[in-house]
């Protein structure tokens, strides 16, 4: 699967917050692609993906900002 692609390239590249994000995501994705998901469960997953979205922006913002600071 691609997405395992990803998330090694992450790791391999000490990127762990990214490759946590995308295997939290895989899952995630798995189950939206399924022929027999239905609308409420459709929603909840995409509500999924934006939270774990949120939280990998969030560290980003916050890890950014800190960079900035000591330099």
Do not use: C, G, W
Request: hydrophobic residues 45%; proline residues 3%.
């Amino acid at each position: 699967m691609r997405a395992r692609l990803f998330e090694q390239a992450a790791v391999n590249n000490d990127a762990q917050d990214l490759a946590r994000v995308l295997r939290a995501f895989e899952p995630i994705l798995l189950q939206l692609a399924a022929d027999d998901v239905t609308p409420e469960k459709a929603e909840y997953l995409r509500a999924q993906l934006a939270f774990e979205l949120n939280v990998m922006l969030t560290k980003l913002s916050h890890a950014s900002s800190n960079k900035e600071q000591t330099t």
